[in-house]
């Protein structure tokens, strides 16, 4: 909750609530390409599902290589070709989805706080909803995986604590800062006299 997008996505107390069972989150990149990754969250017993893990791949799929850009797809000498430096993360990663077992209805948090599609563009949704939909929804508009994975992952007892720059937690020690310079402030402020009784 100490991430800004993240507090965003898990706005309903609901999902916040079924967040409080996490136990662990783990990313494992993909050797072949560093780019796709799996993310896990595991949980403890809960009212929400029955699933101990959920899971999120973000699979890399390379395009067909076609004979007349064979020669994009050939390595130098360092093992990188031109087609590795022409990725698109739409073109290039697919993310994969999980159905989550729910409890009951009155729990089944992506079906109570659906995404809200935007009439405008169908590729944004106007509404999140429920964090959850991160996994039983293939998409990921709002890039929930990638920020996981280099961010917070990365940095995970920092954004355990509160103590990275930007957070929330950091914000309010801000504000705390603040308060404490606009006293230092009203010191400098004569004093006023005391009234002879």
Same mark, same amino acid.
């Given at each position: 909750?100490?991430?800004?997008?993240?507090?965003?996505?898990? =706005?309903?107390?609901?999902? =916040? @609530?079924?967040?409080?069972?996490?136990?662990?989150?783990?990313? @494992?990149?993909?050797?072949?390409?560093?780019?796709? *990754? @799996?993310? %896990?969250? @595991? *949980?403890?017993?809960?009212?929400?599902?029955?699933?101990?893990?959920?899971? &999120? $791949?973000?699979?890399?799929?390379?395009?067909?290589?076609?004979?007349?850009?064979?020669?994009?797809?050939?390595?130098?000498e360092?093992?990188?070709?031109?087609?590795m430096?022409?990725? #698109?993360?739409?073109?290039?990663? $697919?993310?994969?989805?999980?159905?989550?077992?729910? &409890?009951?209805?009155?729990?089944?948090?992506? =079906?109570?706080?659906?995404?809200? &599609?935007?009439?405008?563009? /169908?590729?944004?949704?106007?509404?999140?909803?429920?964090?959850?939909?991160? *996994? $039983? %929804?293939?998409?990921?508009?709002?890039?929930?995986? #990638?920020?996981?994975? /280099?961010?917070i992952?990365? !940095?995970?007892?920092?954004? *355990?604590?509160?103590?990275?720059?930007?957070?929330?937690?950091?914000?309010?020690?801000?504000?705390? %800062?603040?308060?404490?310079? $606009?006293?230092?402030?009203? !010191?400098? &402020?004569?004093r006023?006299?005391?009234?002879?009784?």
């Open positions: 909750m100490h991430h800004d997008v993240i507090l965003v996505h898990a =706005q309903h107390r609901s999902d =916040q @609530t079924a967040l409080s069972y996490l136990e662990d989150v783990w990313v @494992t990149r993909d050797p072949k390409e560093h780019r796709a *990754f @799996t993310i %896990e969250f @595991t *949980f403890k017993e809960n009212p929400f599902f029955t699933d101990k893990v959920l899971t &999120k $791949e973000f699979k890399h799929a390379p395009p067909k290589v076609e004979e007349a850009n064979a020669h994009l797809h050939k390595p130098d360092n093992g990188i070709s031109d087609a430096l022409d990725f #698109e993360w739409e073109t290039h990663i $697919e993310p994969s989805t999980i159905k989550i077992n729910w &409890k009951d209805p009155e729990h089944a948090l992506t =079906q109570l706080y659906p995404r809200v &599609k935007d009439e405008d563009d /169908d590729d944004f949704p106007a509404e999140s909803g429920s964090f959850f939909n991160f *996994f $039983e %929804e293939k998409s990921d508009p709002f890039n929930i995986g #990638e920020i996981i994975a /280099d961010e992952f990365p !940095l995970a007892i920092n954004y *355990f604590m509160g103590d990275v720059e930007g957070s929330e937690a950091d914000s309010d020690e801000e504000d705390e %800062e603040d308060d404490e310079d $606009e006293e230092e402030i009203d !010191l400098e &402020k004569p006023p006299k005391k009234r002879k009784v």
